[in-house]
């Protein structure tokens, strides 16, 4: 076996050391510079070149297994399929997306996973009587028995929510249990981790309550705590006041308790943050505590389309715009021929800024990390950095080419400074690296099927990184109508989604 490096002397680290060394002593020292000043370089010295803003990386990927392609000395097991039995006797959800790591006081980690499950309500009610669809109601015989306790269901007729896994720190990184620990959102995307020690879950979706739809509006975040138990997941509370629009990914300010919030809608999206009254310091208080929405303006002009004509490494002064009414009904209206948020509508109609499918956002050494996913001339993606020290917001890359950059994500920092980004390609799926230096690399292809990567986070001690293969958000319905097909067995069993725990030398490489 290979050994495992990571820093040391971390089996015992608390959630506030953990942060307090990710986000602060590792991460800072390097993203407030280095991959900041050296993206920005990268780009000017390619001028055009794309292969020099690729590098070698841990080296060339190889099949470690029937699932990744890795680099030599990278190995990795299957934490938790879809479809498996899990303590509390539901089956693993599909659509594995969003993930945070944290530290238990046994010593083992516990993840805190999204399923993004867009199952129509439809499914899940019962059938009507004179119904012709081949799909109305085909859940509802099975959804008491695979989607979680219905007892503390938000919607007693959605599907998503977020699953705990704990999982040993060493060796194999073997299952020790996963059970549900929210029940009944959905399109449970991306979120981000609290410096407080709990998981905020964001629901990518705005659909609203109907006698024949859903049972509860959506469109909201929900904080998850860790001490959920098996059959016992938290009371859901949806913070209204954090917005109601399609979000993505959140990253809070340890320093000030400010969460900075992505919006996933198409051309027409915003970047957001909430001003708690009162920094929250335990989990379960967010929901109490009053404070402002506010959008992302870019002062040199109302409006500004940061997609097209941007200019890497210079920054851009910004400042902030009210939204008087966060959660509105409805919570769509139509904008220069696209459907798009009240929210983003409130917040444009004062001067804030447009960008194009804001997705991975992260928190590290004093700055905001942002992508936009279909962001620059080629519409690629983009990598933005908000400074809330200078009040500016800075491209610091634009992808040229899909050799180099095609869709990215979600993103995550490790505990050595690099950065890693899940891309949803169109074509072959990898998990890229970005160097102190600006060098961008692959470091793991997905062998298994065809769907992204999504949730890649590092475990405290930094000597594991955990990655989701997404799945599928709806089942596979069958014509005419009957029983859904069961995705563990038969031809369908590769579209399986998977949570994969990843080590190696992480030391001899760049991130």
Request: aromatic content about 10%; proline content about 7%; glycine content about 12%.
């Given at each position: ?25 590792g ?66 959800p ?68 977020t699953?705990?896994?704990e ?67 938290v ?55 009053s ?30 715009v009210?939204?008087?009414?966060p ?62 020290g ?80 997404y ?41």
């Open positions: 076996m290979q050994s495992e490096e990571g820093p040391q002397g971390s089996s015992g680290l608390s959630r506030r050391h953990f942060f307090m060394r990710s986000a602060v002593a991460a800072a020292a390097t993203l407030s510079g280095g991959i900041f000043q050296g993206l920005v370089a990268r780009s000017a010295l390619a001028a055009g070149e794309h292969d020099k803003l690729r590098g070698p990386g841990y080296g060339e990927l190889r099949p470690a297994g029937n699932e990744l392609a890795l680099p030599r000395g990278f190995q990795y097991s299957i934490v938790s399929a879809e479809g498996d039995t899990m303590a509390d006797g539901y089956p693993v599909k659509a594995k997306d969003g993930m945070a790591t944290f530290h238990l006081p046994n010593g083992n980690m516990l993840l805190i996973r999204n399923h993004e499950d867009t199952d129509p309500a439809s499914r899940f009610r019962p059938r009507p009587p004179d119904s012709t669809s081949t799909s109305a109601g085909i859940l509802n015989p099975i959804l008491n028995t695979q989607y979680g306790p219905r007892d503390y269901a938000y919607d007693a007729y959605a599907g998503g929510g699953t705990s896994i999982v040993e720190p060493y060796g194999r990184r073997r299952l020790v249990r996963q059970y549900w620990s929210l029940v009944g959102t959905l399109n449970n995307c991306a979120g981000g981790l609290t410096p407080w020690g709990s998981w905020l879950s964001c629901e990518e979706n705005t659909e609203s309550i109907s006698s024949t739809g859903f049972g509860q509006n959506h469109g909201y975040i929900f904080e998850v705590p860790v001490n959920t138990t098996p059959g016992n997941p009371t859901p509370v949806a913070l209204k006041h954090l917005g109601r629009f399609r979000h993505e990914a959140v990253a809070v300010d340890p320093a000030t308790g400010i969460i900075y919030e992505t919006e996933d809608q198409s051309n027409v999206s915003g970047f957001f943050r909430f001003v708690p009254s009162t920094k929250p310091l335990q989990p379960g208080e967010l929901a109490g505590i404070g402002t929405l506010e959008m992302l303006k870019v002062n040199a002009a109302a409006g500004y389309e940061t997609a097209i004509g941007q200019t890497v490494g210079v920054a851009l002064e910004v400042s902030w009210s939204i008087d009414a959660d509105p009904s409805p919570a769509t209206v139509q904008f220069e021929g696209e459907i798009t948020s009240v929210v983003f509508k409130q917040g444009f109609d004062a001067g804030g800024a447009r960008f194009r499918r804001l997705e991975g956002c992260w928190f590290a050494g004093g700055k905001i990390y942002f992508i936009s996913t279909n962001g620059g001339d080629n519409g690629l993606g983009q990598l933005w950095v908000y400074d809330p200078d009040e500016t917001l800075t491209l610091i890359f634009e992808s040229p080419s899909v050799d180099v950059l095609d869709g990215p994500d979600n993103i995550c920092v490790s505990p050595r400074g690099g950065i890693v980004v899940c891309e949803d390609s169109s074509s072959a799926q990898y998990l890229r690296g970005i160097s102190a230096t600006g060098e961008i690399f692959d470091f793991a292809r997905n062998l298994h099927n065809t769907t992204e990567f999504a949730g890649a986070c590092f475990s405290p001690d930094g000597r594991t990184l955990f990655v989701n293969i799945g599928r958000s709806t089942v596979r319905t069958t014509q005419p109508y009957k029983s859904p097909v069961l995705i563990p067995i038969g031809p369908e069993k590769r579209e399986r989604a998977l949570t994969l725990a990843i080590w190696g030398p992480w030391r001899s490489g760049l991130l």
